[in-house]
């Protein structure tokens, strides 16, 4: 569990990734809330991103998952920013990230916050990307610290969506959605790393 820690001082019993069985805030829309909705590209990047924060027995299949999508120089690249961002994420999270099971087929509210996040820095919108890193976060986004972490994951997710666009598959953005809930799912469960 060490290398899911948040980096700032937080308890060491209260992980950031944690498997989502639902987000009692969301409230159904347009969104996409099953995998299949996604394109291929984003269906992979959320299936990479589960596997990465699943923990190191994942990430070789996250690594051979984006690279059966992207092929192996472009399936570096993705990957590599996903990393980097992920990393920024656990760096500033003031909340849980909620996502799904690697094998489940719907999608956590979560997880459309990063592919809007990823969106809107893929269509050269760095202010939204930051305002949409500081929701995923749960930090201020007219504070300093939230302005600036907010501002360094969008430049991370424009490099992803950057790397991703080499195939034509960088997220389209999602600009003001709500954020959708699967019908099969209740209550959060506890991370299992």
């Not at 999508?69 to 980097?84: E, P, S």
């Not at 490099?159 to 598959?169: F, I, S």
Request: glycine share 12%.
């Amino acid at each position: 569990m060490s290398n899911l820690r948040p980096r700032r001082s937080r308890p060491a019993a209260r992980p950031i990734w944690s498997v989502s069985a639902g987000d009692p805030r969301a409230q159904a829309s347009g969104a996409p809330i099953r995998l299949s909705d996604l394109s291929h590209g984003e269906q992979a990047l959320v299936r990479a991103f589960r596997r990465w924060v699943a923990g190191k027995a994942h990430h070789a299949a996250a690594w051979d998952a984006v690279a059966g999508v992207f092929g192996g120089r472009d399936g570096r690249a993705v990957m590599g920013g996903l990393i980097r961002l992920v990393e920024g994420m656990r760096g500033g999270a003031r909340r849980r990230i909620l996502h799904h099971a690697q094998c489940c087929p719907c999608l956590a509210a979560d997880e459309i916050r990063l592919l809007t996040l990823v969106g809107a820095a893929a269509a050269g919108r760095l202010d939204r990307a930051a305002a949409y890193a500081c929701d995923l976060l749960g930090l201020d986004p007219l504070a300093g610290a939230g302005q600036e972490v907010g501002s360094a994951l969008a430049v991370e997710a424009r490099g992803l969506a950057l790397a991703m666009a080499t195939q034509d598959a960088a997220p389209a953005e999602r600009a003001g959605i709500s954020f959708a809930v699967c019908a099969e799912e209740g209550r959060p469960k506890e991370a299992v790393h």
